[in-house]
C-alpha cells in the first residue's frame, strides 16, 4: 500500500521542491530542470508551455515517476517518491496516473478495446470486469462502435480519444498529457480538449504540456518554463465557464450521429449504425477500484 497524504500539504495532490534533472556527464552535461517548485493542488487544470527543450517533458516525467530527479524532492498526496520502493511506484503509475501522449502509443496490433482494457490488465482486473470498463471508457469518448478497430483503421483524433479512453479505465485521479494535441487537427483537438474539460469538471487533477496558446487557454492555470526554470505562472479564468462549455459540448454530441461530425475521418463504423452518441461522461461516474494490484508483467496479447 502507497501511504496515504498527512495534512502537511493540504489540498496540494503533487508538490516539487527545487527539483532538479541532470543528463549526462562531462562536457556534455544537460541541467533540464534547474531548482523547479510547484505545487499542483486537487482538481486543478494546468497547462505547462515553453520553448523546444525548455524542460517540459523532463518535468512531466518526474510528475509521472517514469524517471526519478537528481535533485530536491517531490511529493505525491505528501509522500516524498524517493520513498517508495519500484513496485510502489508502479502501483502510483498505474493506480494514481493516466498518462496521453503526442504520438498516441497505441499498440498497433491490438484493437480500441484490448489497447483501453491494457492497464486493467496490469492491474490484474478479472477479464469480465475489464471487458466492461473498457467498453464504458470507449463509449464515454464517443467510440464505442470502435471497439474493434485496429489504430490504424482510426483517425488521429479517434486515436487520441481511444488514448484519453486508456488513461481513464483506471479512474486515476490525476491526468497527465505531453502535447495530446500536438498530431490533431483543430477539429480534433476541440473535441479533445472538451473531453479534457469534462475530466476537469469530474475532478481530475490534470497537468497538460501544450504548444499552443489557445490549447493552453482551456487549462486554469498556464506555466511557461524556459531553459529549466519556471519563468510565469498565470490564472486563465477557464474554469469559470467550464461546466458551462462541458453541458453545450454534450448536448452538441447528443444531437449529432455517431462518427460523423468530425474532421475526425476514418472509415465508416462497421455495421453502418448511426444512433444518437451515448450521454455516459464522467461527470456521471465515481472512481471504481481495482480489486487487485499486480506487479507482474502481463503479457500484452491478452
Ligand atoms: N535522456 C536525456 N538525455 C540527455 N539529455 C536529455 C534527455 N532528455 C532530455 N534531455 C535534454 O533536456 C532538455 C529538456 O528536454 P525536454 O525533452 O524536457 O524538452 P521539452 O521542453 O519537452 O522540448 P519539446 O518542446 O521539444 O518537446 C533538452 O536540452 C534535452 O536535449
Ligand atoms: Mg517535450
Same mark, same amino acid.
Given at each position: ?197 469534462? #475530466? ?5 487533477? @490534470? $497537468? ?9 487557454? %482551456? +487549462? &486554469? /492555470? !498556464? #506555466? ?5 526554470? @519556471? $519563468? ?9 465557464? %467550464? +461546466? &458551462? /462549455? !462541458? ?19 476514418? +472509415? ?35
Amino acid at each position: 500500500m502507497v501511504p496515504v497524504a498527512t495534512d502537511q500539504t493540504g489540498d496540494v495532490v503533487l508538490r516539487l521542491e527545487q527539483v532538479e534533472q541532470v543528463y549526462g556527464t562531462g562536457e556534455s552535461v544537460v541541467h533540464a530542470l534547474k531548482g523547479v517548485s510547484l505545487d499542483v493542488h486537487r482538481g486543478e487544470y494546468i497547462a505547462i508551455m515553453g520553448p523546444s527543450g525548455s524542460g517540459k517533458s523532463t518535468i512531466m516525467n518526474v510528475l509521472g515517476c517514469l524517471d526519478v530527479a537528481s535533485g530536491g524532492v517531490y511529493r505525491i498526496d505528501g509522500v516524498d517518491v524517493a520513498d517508495l520502493a519500484e513496485n510502489e511506484l508502479a502501483h502510483v503509475r498505474n493506480r494514481k496516473i493516466g498518462f496521453v501522449f503526442q504520438a498516441f502509443n497505441l499498440i498497433p496490433k491490438m484493437t480500441a478495446q484490448a489497447n483501453v482494457e491494457l492497464p486493467l490488465v496490469y492491474g490484474g482486473v478479472g477479464r469480465a470486469e475489464r471487458h466492461e470498463r473498457a467498453a464504458r471508457a470507449l463509449e464515454r469518448v464517443g467510440l464505442a462502435q470502435r471497439a474493434d478497430h485496429i489504430p490504424q483503421q482510426l483517425s488521429g483524433g479517434q486515436q487520441q480519444r481511444v488514448a484519453l479512453a486508456r488513461a481513464v479505465v483506471t479512474e486515476p485521479a490525476i491526468i497527465l498529457a505531453d502535447e495530446p494535441t500536438g498530431n490533431l487537427d483543430s477539429v480534433a483537438t476541440n473535441d479533445v480538449l472538451d473531453l479534457f474539460d469534462e #475530466l476537469a469538471v469530474g475532478g481530475r487533477t @490534470i $497537468v497538460m504540456i501544450t504548444h499552443e496558446d489557445d490549447v493552453a487557454e %482551456r +487549462a &486554469d /492555470r !498556464v #506555466l511557461v518554463l524556459c531553459d529549466g526554470r @519556471i $519563468v510565469a505562472d498565470r490564472a486563465t479564468g477557464a474554469d469559470m465557464h %467550464r +461546466a &458551462d /462549455r !462541458v453541458r453545450a459540448a454534450q448536448a452538441a454530441r447528443a444531437a449529432t450521429p455517431v462518427d460523423q461530425p468530425v474532421a475526425d475521418g476514418g +472509415a465508416q463504423p462497421p455495421h453502418g449504425a448511426h444512433a444518437a452518441r451515448p450521454q455516459t461522461t464522467w461527470l456521471q461516474t465515481t472512481p471504481m477500484p481495482i480489486t487487485a494490484v499486480s506487479t507482474v508483467p502481463v503479457q500484452e496479447t491478452a
